[in-house]
């Protein structure tokens, strides 16, 4: 299943994560049974360059659980009610890491805005409605899960190799030398082991999870090799590159 439909604009969108919620539907109308953080679930697998495959990673809305998908959890919905203080029924970056905060974690706020790039509304692209709010709550529920796992030490955080073991479970198979590109970027030079913790970790992952679909997209054999010409690279690589900045 694709990333995104389309790279800039589209009405239609594929969140990354782990897997896409079971009720998923391409439009982007039909969200699945949406919980409090939980546990992530192993998903059918398939062998391939890139390791074990996992399947699938306008106007207001009305208050009480018209606006959310059936089966949303209490707390979701207090959670989106309780940072929407305007009653809009929309809530923009400031509210949702308000929101984030208070049920995961401190996210920094770039990570919320590549959150809000992915679960973007259709019809309003700066704020979030009821449904795309349970729909990242869920997926972030999911990633949380495959923090968890992998934090074998318990120490709160993931390194680098723990890093390694949760992308590979996802699906993910990153060379090493990416992997130590990519967890460079959280190094604050104290000299000490860098570790990561869940909001840089949820941010590595959507990254990679989410460049890596759309070069699938143009590796139809999964042999690790494709084709891109300046435009087309340029179109996949750019979005990841700005939406958060």
């Not at 009305?62 to 203080?85: A, L």
């Not at 805005?113 to 709010?133: A, Q, T, W």
């Not at 590796?219 to 700005?242: H, Q, R, W």
Request: aromatic share 14%; charged share 20%; proline share 4%.
């Amino acid at each position: 299943m694709s990333f995104f439909s389309k790279i800039f604009h589209s009405s239609s969108y594929a969140p990354s994560a782990p897997s896409l919620p079971e009720s998923y539907d391409q439009r982007g109308q039909t969200y699945s049974t949406t919980s409090y953080p939980s546990n992530y679930s192993h998903q059918q697998q398939q062998q391939s360059y890139y390791g074990q495959g996992t399947s699938g990673g306008g106007g207001g809305y009305s208050y009480g659980h018209s606006g959310f998908p059936p089966g949303t959890s209490p707390d979701v919905i207090r959670s989106f009610e309780m940072v929407d203080r305007d009653r809009s029924g929309f809530i923009n970056e400031n509210e949702l890491q308000q929101a984030l905060s208070s049920g995961y974690q401190r996210f920094h706020i770039k990570t919320v805005r590549l959150l809000m790039f992915l679960f973007k509304n259709p019809h309003d692209s700066l704020r979030l409605g009821p449904k795309e709010f349970a729909a990242l709550w869920s997926c972030l529920g999911q990633w949380r899960g495959i923090y968890e796992r992998y934090d074998r030490d318990r120490s709160g955080k993931i390194d680098l190799f723990e890093l390694r073991d949760a992308l590979y479970g996802i699906g993910l198979a990153t060379p090493s030398s990416v992997l130590q590109v990519l967890i460079s970027k959280y190094d604050e030079g104290s000299g000490r082991k860098i570790e990561l913790n869940f909001d840089s970790f949820v941010e590595c992952g959507v990254i990679l999870k989410g460049l890596t679909e759309k070069f699938k997209e143009k590796d139809k054999g999964y042999t690790g090799t494709a084709s891109f010409d300046y435009n087309e690279f340029m179109s996949m690589v750019i979005p990841f590159l700005v939406s958060h900045d």
